[in-house]
C-alpha cells in the first residue's frame, strides 16, 4: 500500500472549509494536481466524476463516501489497484479547524503506481492545502 498525507491548521471556519472542499469544479484553483473537475450531481456516495490531470490525462473517479461537514472520500481503479483521496475537517478545542489531505494506493500494483505517480501526488499535496487553507481563509 501506498500512502501520503498532510494535516494543517486554520482559523477558517469548518463550513468555509467545507464549501472549498466540496465545490468539485473549484478544485484546480487550488489543487495543483488538477486542470479540470467535474461531479455528475451533488456529492452523495456512488456519484460519479471526473479529473483532468496537471499532464492533461482525464481520469473518472466515485465518490466512496460521505460524512457531511466532516469528511469525504473519493477514488477509482487503476489496473491491479485502487486510488482513494480523502478530504478531512475536523473542529478542534482552541477554536481552530484542522484539514487533513490524504491519497493511497492500494492492491497488487500499487509499489510500481506508488513509484510512478505517488510521489507526484505526494509531492503536490502539501501546496494544495496551503492553497486550500488560503482560499477558506479568504471566504
Not at 488538477?34 to 456529492?43: N, Q, V, W
Not at 483521496?85 to 503506481?113: C, K, N, W, Y
Amino acid at each position: 500500500m501506498w500512502k501520503s498525507e498532510f494535516s494543517a491548521e486554520t482559523a477558517a471556519s469548518p463550513d468555509a472549509v467545507w464549501a472549498v472542499l466540496t465545490d468539485v469544479a473549484a478544485w484546480p484553483s487550488w489543487n495543483p494536481g488538477y486542470r479540470a473537475a467535474s461531479l455528475d450531481g451533488p456529492l452523495v456516495p456512488g456519484a460519479a466524476g471526473s479529473v483532468t490531470l496537471a499532464n492533461g490525462l482525464k481520469r473518472p473517479f466515485s465518490v466512496l463516501e460521505v460524512v457531511p461537514g466532516a469528511f469525504f472520500a473519493y477514488g477509482g481503479a487503476i489496473p491491479g489497484a485502487r486510488q482513494r483521496f480523502v478530504q478531512m475537517v475536523e473542529q478542534l478545542d482552541t477554536g481552530r479547524t484542522r484539514v487533513t489531505l490524504g491519497h493511497t494506493i492500494e492492491g497488487p500494483a500499487s509499489p510500481l503506481f506508488g513509484f510512478l505517480f505517488g510521489r507526484t501526488i505526494r509531492g503536490y499535496l502539501p501546496t494544495g492545502l496551503a492553497r486550500l487553507i488560503a482560499k477558506s481563509e479568504g471566504r
